[in-house]
C-alpha cells in the first residue's frame, strides 16, 4: 500500500515539473496574486477526482454520483475557501483539510442525502498524516470525523458548532487507503443536533472508529465572540 502511495505521489511529482528539474525557457517563477477588485474570484472545487486518487476512491465516487443522478443524493463542492469571494474580502487563511498539495493529506469528498439526513464522506489520508509508521495519525481522523458530522449538521441545521464530540478508535488506517464515513442525523433538541457516525473499510468488513456528537446551532446574524 505504500510502495502504491509513494509511487503516485512520484508520478505527481515528474508532471508538475520539466525534464531534468529544469526550468522550461521563458517560464517563470509565479507571480504575485493579481489584483482582482471587481471581478469574482474562481474557486477550484477539490471534491472531484485527481491523478491522486486511487482506484478505490475513484469508484466509490463512481458509485455515488450514480445515486446523484435521481436527486436522492448530492455531492458537495469543496472549497479552499467557503465561497467566491472579492479580493478585499480574501485573508491569508484557508480551510485545513484543503491546505495540502494533492495526494499528499486529505483527499475526501462528502455525499448528502436530505431524505435520509445522512452524509457520507470518502476518505484518503495521504503520506503528510502520518502518525504510527505506516497508518494516518488519529488527529486526522478526528479532523475528518468532525467535518463530516458537522457538515451533516450543517445541512439539516444551518450554521452550528461543535460542542461535543466523542471517539472510540477500534483499529488503525493504513496510510493512502480508502475509508467511508458514514455519518447520521440522530435527533434535534431545540438548538442541539446529535449526529453519530462510523468509518468504516470500502467493503464495510472492518470498523476503524465510531463516534457521537453535539452541535449547536448559531444564530448567524450574531458574532461567535
Not at 466523542?166 to 488503525?172: E, V
Request: charge should be positive.
Amino acid at each position: 500500500m505504500l510502495r502504491s502511495c509513494a509511487a503516485r505521489l512520484r508520478t505527481l511529482g515528474a508532471l508538475r515539473r520539466p525534464p531534468g528539474g529544469r526550468r522550461l525557457p521563458g517560464r517563470e517563477p509565479r507571480p504575485a496574486p493579481r489584483s482582482f477588485s471587481s471581478e469574482e474570484v474562481i474557486l477550484k472545487d477539490y471534491s472531484v477526482p485527481n491523478p491522486s486518487w486511487n482506484k478505490d476512491l475513484r469508484l466509490l465516487f463512481d458509485q455515488f454520483m450514480k445515486k446523484c443522478e435521481d436527486g436522492s443524493w448530492k455531492r458537495l463542492p469543496s472549497y479552499k475557501h467557503p465561497k467566491l469571494v472579492k479580493e478585499e474580502q480574501m485573508s491569508q487563511t484557508q480551510l485545513f483539510t484543503r491546505s495540502f498539495d494533492d495526494g499528499l493529506g486529505f483527499e475526501y469528498v462528502m455525499f448528502y442525502s436530505e431524505v435520509e439526513k445522512r452524509m457520507v464522506c470518502l476518505f484518503q489520508g495521504g503520506p503528510y498524516l502520518e502518525g504510527p509508521p505506516g497508518f494516518v495519525h488519529g488527529g486526522a481522523i478526528a479532523t475528518m470525523i468532525d467535518s463530516t458530522v458537522g457538515m451533516c449538521a450543517l445541512m439539516a441545521g444551518g450554521v452550528i458548532v461543535t460542542a461535543n464530540l466523542n471517539i472510540n478508535y477500534k483499529r488503525p488506517i493504513p496510510l493512502c487507503s480508502v475509508v467511508m464515513i458514514n455519518s447520521q442525523l440522530d435527533k434535534v433538541e431545540g438548538r442541539k443536533c446529535f449526529v453519530s457516525c462510523n468509518v468504516q473499510s470500502v467493503d464495510e468488513q472492518t470498523l476503524y472508529s465510531e463516534a457521537t456528537s453535539i452541535f449547536i446551532k448559531l444564530n448567524p446574524a450574531k458574532s461567535l465572540t
